[in-house]
Each structure stands twice: as C-alpha cells, then as structure tokens.
C-alpha cells in the first residue's frame, strides 16, 4: 500500500512535528512504508502471557520510611 | 615513535610504573602523532591537548612520588563524543548539539580519571549514534586507516579509528545494535560490550534506554581487561544498572580454552546471510583454531537472525523518536539526512507494535540462554563483510544491516568483536564471542587464547 502526501503530514501533526519541510515528509513517508513492513514481521503467536522483557520494577530501598 | 603508537595499556602501565616512561613523554608522542595523521581519518572531534598535557604532568608527580593508581595512571584515553567530560561539549557529532557543554562528568568518566587515565580528546561518532557515515554534518566521518577511503564502521567510528591508528591505546565507545563491535570489526581492534547494566550510562546521550551499553575499546584483550576493570560496577541512579559483583578481569586471561565448551552460530553466517566468503571462512578457522587449543567446539541454534534484527530495529525506532520527539519538532533541518531519516522512522511504529517488540525481546532471550545452557560461551560473524568504501553511500546502506550483532543486544549478554585476520585486500575481519550474562572475563580467557595461538592483533595498518 502506497503512502501519499496526506498520510505524512497526518503522521507529521499526530507526531507534533510542525516543521517538515517537503524533504523531512518524504522521509516520513518512507518511515511509514517501513514501519508497516516491519509490523508484519513480527510473530503473530505472542501470547497475553508473555509480558514485556523490561517490567517497572520498584526497589527494596523506595519502601523504607524516610 | 611508532614504539610509542602501538604500545598497549598494559605494558605501557608496566614502564610508567617503573619510571621508565614518562606520562608527559608518551602523551606528547601521540599529540604530535594525532596532529599529524588527524587531518587525513578525523578521528576527534576535540582535542584536549592542554588539558592531557597538564594530567600528564600531574601523573608524572604522583608516579614519581610513589602514588601509582593502577594500569591506567598515565594513558591516554578518548571518549565517545555522546559521553560526558565536565567542561567540554558534548555534540554527538551534530549541529544540534553543537553547544552543548557538559557541566558534569559522567560516572565512567569520573571512573577513568580517579584511574588517573589521561582525558585525550572527544571522538567521532555517526551523529546521536544512529547516523552515519554522513558527510552533511560539522564535522566529517572518521576514515578507516586499513585500506585507501574505507568506512571505519559506527557508530563508535572514532574509537576505532584512534586505536587502529595508533593515536591512542584506550577509547570507550557505546553499543546499542552493535556500535562498538562494528567498528573493532571494520578496525581490526578489540571491543567488548558488556552484559546490559555492567557499566553505568549515566551521563551518556541515550539512543535507545533499552538496548544502550557503554563499551571498552582497546587493540588488545589484555588491555580490554583492564579497561573494563575500571568501568565496571553499580550506578543506583542508572536506572538499567545492576548490583553485581566486579570480579578480576585478568585473573584467568591466561588459563587457556582446553575442557571450554563452545558453541558456533553457523547459522547466522551461512543460513541467515550469507556471509562475504573470507569473513565466513575466517569464522570457520577460528573455530579450528580453538578446537586445536583444546576447546569442544560444537553448532547450536538460535532463533532466526531476522527475529532479533526486527525486535531492535523496533525498539531503537521508538525509543530515539521519543528522544529526539522535541529536538526534531523545533529544529528538524539541524539533523544530517541520515540521522533524521532513522530517528523519523519511530514516528510512523505504533504502540501496539513496540510493545510486542518488547514481548519478543523477552521470547528471544529466554531462547537463546536455552541453546547457551549446554556451553560456556558462543562464537558467532560480527560483520557479515569487510569494509566498503566510506564515500560509496548505497555501499554503506547495504554493510549496515548485514552483522549479527544485534541479538545480543536483545539478550543483553556480553559479546566482543576480536581480529579474526585480513582479507586478500588486507582489510580487517572479525570474529564474535558471545558470553553468560556477567561472563565478561570466559570471554576475556578465550579471546586472548585466540590471540595468543593467531597474533592478528598485533598488526597495524600498512605505512602508520
């Protein structure tokens, strides 16, 4: 699927980038016709139980009262 | 002089120590080297000559006096210039940041000067470490000093350069999809990085928080030893940082590799990709090398290279957009092509789709520690190629992607790239050797049997 001018400055102002000249959105475009490409690569059987590899964690010491 | 150039740290520390070499000497020597051959690989970006000669001096009475610190008092070390040094900008290598004055070292540099290491200068990068080699920035690409106009590889191009060069026997560099391993592939010098959170990054320009590691980068395995010995340890206020025991680095670089267990990752260099045919063969022939020096070395399975290449490609999308989201709002014209390309590329990834980035990240490291479990570390390509020229752009393009570096980026485990001998052209190849998490020093142990048994790296570039 071919990504147009329109879907560039969409991604562009989603983004907050006020400031693509018409180079900075062709780039843009080729970042979305990349990233949809690696989308599909990823596997399609992760399953709700595999968390993320880097979980928030708190440390011992941030419970212990001042 | 040239004595002087290739002298490594260890045996350099040994005539500092004696009094034999004085620091002010030896810093002198590789100034009067660097401004010679500087003009022609722009390997710094600032070089801090008045303040190494002034450390050096200062050095010189503390060994004198019989207050030696240890192997790095006296010699001479480079940063990555995204690493900070307090009184010095700190540009990335880009126009963006190209004020940006450090107003505090960071904690490896800290750790580097309460070594008594002498702080040289502050070294190329590919810009934020993502975009390189680009010739639309202030200051131009280091140049590979193997072979006529070579790629030096990145994103710690300057490292690599200053060391194969003989401008400086120590340099630390960053690592978040291979950037030190790459350019000690394409160097033909030793960098390691290390297990994720064995060296803080605290003060380092982050690429991606979750890939990022700070590295050292030397010519020899000793040296990378006794670099690392410095650097390691727990930061509590880097986040990704982890409360490990530092063992002795150098206590069993001499032990051998008979009775090692050692895993070969064939399948990334002859399945995946195929590798250039001298950096596969030159692979094949470590591992026969090692098996005549005792170790079992046999083929394991990981998952497929493109699986790890997907899993960081996301991650550093996103997490460098959502760094540079503000800097790339107000000044997008100030970023070289290339790094605005890569880092635009993380506005277009959806959350969803990072986010199983990050649950495959976790899939591929339980993975690959299985396939570890029956060895005692792995040996792997680095590079799938030799250099290309730095001035053939789609040359560049096409190097960049080709290495199996990354999935130990994925699995935070410590890998290094070694010299693994030259093409017919005489240009660099590398080897990989992949360890346990904390592991640093099984990998120390086999890549200085290698060494010893091949003496790759005791060759410097033709003419230097």
Redesign the interface.
Known sequence: MATNNDTARETAAAARLSKLDTTHLSQLKRAIESARELGDKLPKDLHYSEEIALTFRLTASAGRRP | MTDLAFLGIADAADLIRACKLSPVEYVLALLDRISRLDSRYHAFIHLTADLALSAARQAEKEVAGGNWRGPLHGIPCGLKDIIDCAGLPTTAHSKVLADNMAMADAPVTLRLKAAGAIMTGKLATHEFAIGGPSFDLPWPPAVNPWGGNHFPGGSSSGSGVALAAGMLPAALGTDTGGSVRNPASMCGITGLKPTYGRISRRGVLPLAY?LDHVGPMTRTVRDNALLLQVLAGHDPEDPGSADQPVPDYSADLERGVKGLKLGLVRHFYAEDMQAHPEQAQAIDRAAKVLRGLGAEVREIRLPPL??YA?CT??II?CEA?AIH?RW??????DYG?LA??RI???????AA?Y?????????L?RRTLEAFAGVDAALTASSMDPACRIDDAEACARLYPRQARQPFNVTGQPAMAIPAGFTQDGLPLSLQLIGHPWQEAMLYRIARAYERATGWTERHPPGL
Do not use: H, K, M, Y
């Open positions: 979750s493109q699986d997907t490609r996301i999308r957009f989201r790339l709002a107000e000044r997008p014209g092509n605005r390309q635009l590329d993380g506005a277009a990834v959806s789709d986010i199983d980035a990050l649950r495959l990240r976790g899939r490291t």
